[in-house]
C-alpha cells in the first residue's frame, strides 16, 4: 500500500466540552513536505486541534487523520512519525535533562548506546549543555519547553505537531527552533505549528489556517491571504515640476488621485499594483518631472489577521 | 518482547531512591516495629498488621500515576511507543520491585520483635521465606493494581486524595473491621484471600508448602483484571486535557 500524499487531514473535525464547542465542523488537509501555521486568537481551538492530531483529545465527531491513520486510534507504527509539542504533554520533571532524551530515545526503540548517541545529538542541536543534567523541574520553564521539543524530535519524526513552541522561549532559542523547523522541512517533513505569532508564522509558514471559536475562516498563503483580505495598499508619490491643469491628461487613463500643494507639489496616490506604477514613472520621467518623494501604506499580514479575527468575532 | 515495562520501572525505583521517596518503603516495617513496641506478644496481630503495611506502603506507587496524569506525563508517554498496558505494567514492576524490599525489612522486624515471632516459630528457612516474598508479592501486586485501576479513572490529583484514602479503607477493611482475613474469602474479596495466605504462613508457619488455598488462584486473577483494567482506563483517558 502506498504512503498517503496527506501527511494530515481533518475530516469534518469537532470537538465539544459539555455545551462548549472547541473545534466545529473543521476540514482541512496538509500534504507531506508543507509547513502550516495555525493562527487565531485565544481560545479558537489551535491547541485542542493538536491534541486531536496528536491523539490525546478525542474527537466528538469527524476526523483527525495523521499519515492516513485516525490519529485517536494511533498505533505505535504511526506514532513513531508523530512528534509533539503541546502544553498538555510533558516531560519527567524528576529526570535530568539528558535521563528525559534517553529515556525517550529508548521508548522508541533505541538501544542504550544509540540513545545516548541521539540524546548527545539533540542536547547539542537544541544547545542543552549546561542544563544537561540538570532536573528539570530546577530549569526554567524556557529550558523545559526545550526539552520538550526534544523529546519530541529525538526519534526524526516526519510529522512535527508543535502547539506554541516558541513560547516562554528567549529569541535565541526561538531562532534554534526555527532554524531546525525550517530544516526538517526542506527534508520532506510535514509541520503543524499552532501560535499567536504572526510575524513567526510568516517566517516559517508556506500556508496559514486561521481559526476562530474553532472554525476555519482563513486558508491561504501569508501574501495572498494579505492581499484578498486588506488589499494591496497605495503608493503616494510627491513629485514637482508638472503643472496642475496637465495633471489631468497626463495621469488621465490611470486609476490614480491627485492633490496640488500650495508650493505647487502634486500628490499621486495610486493602487500599489506594479503595472500601475511602472505607468506612473514612466510618464513622471517622460514628463522630466522630478519625484520628490516615494511614500505609501501596505498593509501587513497584521492587519489583515486583525480585520478577519475581528469580523469573526462579531 | 518489547522492554518498556522494564525501562519505566527502572526509572521509578531509581527516581524513588534518588528522591529518597525509597524511604517510604521502610514505612510498612516501621508501622510492625511500632506495633510490637505496644503488643509485643499480640502474635495473632503479625499477619494481619503485615498486610496492611504492606498494602498502604504500595498505595503510593499507584499514586504516582494520577501525579504523572495530571502533569501530562502519561500522554506524552502514550506519544512514545510505549503502550497502556506497558505503562501500567512499568508501575506494576516498581510497585513489585520496591515491594520486594518492603517485605525484607518486614521480614527483618518480624524476627527481631514480637517476641522474636519468625525465629520462635519457624525456621527461617529458604522454603517458608520464598513463600514470605510469595505471599507479600501477591498482597503488594493486588494493591498496586487496585490503585492503578482508580488512579488512571480520576480526573485529577485531588480527586486521586480523595480515591486514595476511600481504596485504603476498602483495601484494609478485611484487616480491621472483620477481625482479620474471613477463613474463607470469597472471590469478590481479594484482599481477604490474600490476607488469607499472609495469615496462614505467619500464624502457621509449617503449613507453608499446604498453601494451594483458594487464594493461590484468586489474587492473581484478580491483578490480571485490575492490571487489564487499568491498561483500558489509562488509554481510554489518557490526559488532563480529554
Known amino acids: 500500500m502506498g504512503e498517503p500524499f496527506n501527511a494530515i487531514q481533518a475530516v469534518g473535525l469537532t470537538k465539544t466540552y459539555g455545551k462548549t464547542v472547541a473545534i466545529d465542523n473543521v476540514s482541512f488537509s496538509v500534504p507531506k513536505g508543507e509547513v502550516v501555521g495555525v493562527l487565531g486568537p485565544s481560545g479558537s481551538g489551535k491547541t485542542t486541534l493538536v491534541g486531536l492530531f496528536s491523539g490525546i483529545v478525542k474527537p466528538s465527531r469527524g476526523k483527525a487523520l495523521v499519515a492516513g491513520v485516525d490519529a485517536s486510534k494511533m498505533p505505535s ?154 488589499g494591496t495598499g497605495s503608493v503616494e508619490i510627491r513629485v514637482s515640476g508638472i503643472k496642475a491643469e496637465n495633471i489631468a491628461d497626463i495621469f488621465g487613463s490611470i486609476d490614480v488621485s491627485w492633490e496640488v500643494s500650495d508650493e505647487g507639489e502634486v500628490r499621486l496616490t495610486v493602487d500599489n499594483e506594479r503595472e500601475a506604477l511602472d505607468r506612473i514613472f514612466t510618464l513622471i520621467g517622460r514628463m522630466g518631472a522630478s519625484i520628490v518623494s516615494i511614500g505609501g501604506k501596505v498593509p501587513t499580514l497584521e492587519d489583515a489577521y486583525l480585520q478577519v479575527t475581528g469580523e469573526a468575532r462579531k | 518482547m518489547r522492554a518498556t515495562p522494564v525501562l519505566l520501572a527502572k526509572k521509578d525505583v531509581a ?68 503502550s497502556s498496558w506497558s505503562i501500567a505494567g512499568g508501575k506494576l514492576l516498581s510497585g513489585f520491585t520496591l515491594g520486594l524490599l518492603k517485605s525484607t525489612l518486614i521480614l527483618a522486624v518480624l524476627k527481631y520483635s514480637f517476641g522474636g515471632l519468625v525465629s520462635g516459630n519457624a525456621s527461617l528457612d529458604a522454603y517458608w521465606i520464598a513463600w514470605f516474598y510469595a505471599a507479600s508479592s501477591l498482597v503488594t501486586l493486588l494493591a498496586v493494581s487496585l490503585g492503578l485501576l482508580c488512579f488512571s479513572l480520576c480526573g485529577g490529583l485531588k480527586a486521586a486524595l480523595l480515591y486514595l ?31 488469607g495466605l499472609m495469615e496462614k ?37 489518557p490526559s488532563r486535557a480529554s
Open chain 2, 15 to 82: 527516581e524513588a531512591a534518588r528522591e529518597g521517596t525509597i524511604l517510604y518503603s521502610f514505612f510498612p516495617a516501621a508501622f510492625l516495629f511500632f506495633a510490637s513496641l505496644y503488643n509485643a506478644n499480640g502474635a495473632e496481630l503479625v499477619p494481619r498488621l503485615a498486610s496492611l503495611a504492606l498494602v498502604l506502603g504500595s498505595l503510593d506507587v499507584a499514586f504516582f500515576m494520577a501525579r504523572e496524569k495530571d502533569k501530562g506525563i502519561v500522554a506524552k508517554l502514550l506519544l512514545s511507543t510505549a
Open chain 1, 77 to 230: 507504527a504511526v506514532r513513531r512519525k508523530v512528534g509533539v509539542v503541546s502544553d498538555l504533554v510533558q516531560v519527567y520533571d524528576d529526570l535530568s535533562v539528558e535521563k528525559n532524551l534517553v529515556l525517550y530515545a529508548r521508548l522508541f526503540g533505541l538501544n542504550s548506546s544509540a540513545a545516548k548517541e541521539k540524546a548527545d545529538e539533540v542536547v547539542s542541536l537544541l544547545e542543552l549543555e549546561s542544563s544537561r543534567k540538570t532536573a528539570c523541574k530546577k530549569l526554567s520553564s524556557g529550558v523545559r519547553k526545550k526539552v520538550l521539543i526534544g523529546s519530541a524530535i529525538i526519534n526524526e519524526p516526519e510529522i512535527l505537531l508543535f502547539d506554541e513552541p516558541t513560547a516562554g522561549l528567549d529569541l535565541h532559542d526561538s531562532l534554534i527552533v526555527r532554524n531546525y523547523v525550517s530544516s526538517v522541512s526542506h527534508s520532506g517533513r510535514t509541520v503543524l505549528w499552532a501560535t499567536n505569532s504572526l510575524s513567526e508564522a510568516e517566517r516559517i509558514c508556506r500556508r496559514m489556517i486561521i481559526l476562530a471559536s474553532g472554525k476555519v475562516i482563513a486558508d491561504d498563503e501569508p501574501k495572498r491571504f494579505t492581499r484578498g483580505i486588506a
Open chain 2, 201 to 237: 504462613l505467619i500464624a502457621e508457619p509449617q503449613s507453608a508448602g499446604a498453601l494451594t488455598g483458594e487464594g493461590l488462584a484468586i489474587v492473581p486473577l484478580w491483578i490480571v483484571i485490575l492490571y487489564l483494567s487499568a491498561g483500558f482506563a489509562i488509554k481510554g483517558k
Open chain 2, 165 to 195: 484514602s476511600l481504596l485504603a479503607l476498602f483495601a484494609v477493611q478485611p484487616a480491621i473491621f472483620q477481625s482479620g482475613a474471613p477463613a474463607r474469602a470469597g472471590w469478590y474479596d481479594p484482599f481477604g484471600s490474600a490476607y
